[in-house]
């Protein structure tokens, strides 16, 4: 079945710092893979997403590029804020809308 | 729209009580989906429904747990009876279809029971 691996967290950076959290997939077909990140005390939101092979998602300078070689799709930013800090969580459908998502990875950035 | 609106927000109820969670889709979205989030097991799909009727509910932990889906605007999350290990936060999401269109998710509804 689907499955999608995340780097084990927490993170924790200084602010400016760069950002890389890793994740990979497991899917039958071309599933398309997304971001979302949830903040203290919410639900989930979508950061960014990518359809198909080689789509790089970017939202709020964060990136994501979907690499069907490797079946990843790492999240990076190049200066992390204070109000970065969340939860990360990376997930994929492969077929109709179900989501599978990763573990999550709390991030804190400390000014 | 206003989103995804679950409620209640919290809930704090005794061991063997009835607890039913409440979830108003975003309108126009065939699928809904219910969650459940805890430090020990991260988020966990329960069930999801297209189109009101129930397609996998194989994460459904148990029979105690159960869910409906009435109509397109309302679907409820029922524990009966509830013990302390269901005390997590039971997130509800609905989204338009389609493998790349994004799911929009409510608030959440903080369970607790003692």
């Known amino acids: 079945g689907d499955s999608v691996t995340q780097m084990e967290g927490p993170v924790t950076l200084s602010e400016e710092a760069f950002l890389t959290i890793n994740c990979t997939y497991t899917a039958t077909g071309y599933p398309s893979l997304f971001w979302y990140v949830q903040y203290p005390g919410e639900g989930l939101q979508l950061l960014l997403k990518?359809?198909?092979?080689?789509d790089k998602g970017s939202n709020k300078g964060f990136e994501a590029t979907y690499r069907k070689e490797t079946t990843s799709f790492h999240l990076e930013k190049g200066s992390v804020q204070v109000s970065d800090s969340a939860v990360y969580f990376c997930?994929?459908?492969?077929?109709?809308?179900?989501?599978?998502f990763g573990e999550g990875t709390q991030l804190t950035v400390n000014p | 729209d206003a989103g995804v609106i679950q409620s209640p927000r919290h809930e704090v109820t005794e061991m063997g009580q009835e607890v039913t969670l409440r979830c108003k889709p975003i309108s126009g979205h065939d699928y809904l989906f219910w969650y459940r989030q805890t430090m020990m097991r991260g988020l966990e799909l329960l069930i999801y429904?297209?189109?009101?009727?129930?397609?996998?509910d194989s994460g459904m932990p148990e029979d105690r747990f159960s869910a409906k889906m009435p109509n397109a605007s309302f679907s409820t999350l029922k524990i009966q009876p509830s013990e302390p290990r269901d005390s997590a936060v039971y997130f509800c999401a609905s989204s338009g279809g389609w493998r790349n269109t994004e799911a929009f998710f409510g608030q959440g509804t903080r369970l607790t029971v003692v």
């Open positions: 997930a994929l459908t492969s077929s109709g809308s179900r989501l599978t």
């Open positions: 429904f297209n189109n009101n009727v129930p397609i996998d």
């Open positions: 990518a359809t198909k092979a080689d």
